[in-house]
């Protein structure tokens, strides 16, 4: 959620389980502001909190001019220093946190052990070649590197129109976007992925009759499988609110004031997927 709003979008989302005392609150936004100033980044987002046993993580991210492309997460274990995630590329990395079912410990120094799925080369519905499973180290720092970069990949959202892609390519926030109306809040079709988009230009454009290419090159969340399960959308009408919450990733929420600019997501949890999910359906 945006730091410009910080106060105002905790309080949207109080109703619905996010808490975070009003200590962590002034502390976490008066050291992002900070940090905001010392990288001179355009925008900053407070990301959300991943539990820990003896610590918590507390996730942030800003960008410099393109807020797709440009992002720099920083963690902290106090809410007051930031330290940068590192970027994971080892696509080791990414299978050994998904197979990593322990929970966070809060000290990034800390390395397990993983052991790997055994891999299989097959050719005419036969098996040629197999590799014994493999252990690797995971330290805890990129560990969360990584599962912060899938948790946004997966169900980070914003409504649509709230991007604008110029005409040089880069992706910044759309300071025409003025909210969706009460119609158009209940749509899924209306909330796009806060990520690059992974779907072909024309197969976002052809979805939509109204298309607009530089707010509709981003994937729609209606299409995410499971299909209509994957998101809960509620609608408070008295407080003109919507907030949405999803069942993957069982502590990431969305709100979006109605009629307004101002939306965000915030994910507060263990840092575990919910793979139950197609069998609570």
């Known amino acids: 959620m945006n730091i410009d709003y910080f106060q105002e979008a905790l309080d949207c989302l109080m109703y619905f389980g996010t808490k975070l005392s009003q200590e962590q609150k002034l502390l976490i936004e ?60 080892n696509a080791k990395i990414f299978q050994a946190t998904i197979l990593c079912r322990d929970p966070f410990n809060g000290d990034p120094s800390l390395i397990k052990c993983v052991k790997l799925d055994p891999s299989f080369e097959c050719d005419a519905n036969q098996v040629i070649s197999a590799t014994l499973p493999e252990e690797i180290k995971l330290k805890e720092e990129e560990r969360l590197a990584a599962i912060v970069f899938i948790i946004t990949e997966e169900c980070a959202i914003c409504p649509r129109g709230a991007l604008y892609k110029l005409t040089d390519g880069r992706v910044v926030q759309n300071h025409m976007f003025r909210g969706l109306n009460e119609l158009q809040c209940e749509d899924l079709s209306y909330y796009q ?53 999803s069942s993957l990733w069982l502590g990431m929420t969305f709100f979006h004031k109605i009629n307004s600019r101002k939306h965000g997501f915030l994910y507060i949890g263990d840092g575990k997927k919910n793979y139950d999910l197609l069998f609570m359906i």
Not at 49 to 68: H, M, P, Q, T, V
Not at 214 to 232: A, C, Q, R
């Open 193 to 245: 992925h806060f990520r690059l988009p992974r779907n072909y230009l024309k197969e976002n454009l052809s979805k939509r009759s109204d298309y607009n290419y530089p707010i509709d090159f981003l994937d729609s969340i209606e299409n995410l499988v499971p299909k209509g399960y994957s998101f809960s959308i509620n609608v408070q009408r008295n407080e003109r609110i919507v907030v949405i919450k």
């Open 30 to 89: 008066n050291s992002l502001i900070t940090l905001q100033t010392e990288n001179r980044f355009a925008g900053i987002y407070f990301w959300g909190r991943i539990n820990g046993i003896e610590k918590d993580y507390y996730i942030a991210f800003g960008y410099l001019s393109d807020c797709l492309k440009d992002r720099k997460y920083f963690y902290s274990t106090d809410g007051y220093q930031w330290y940068m995630l590192p970027f994971v590329q």
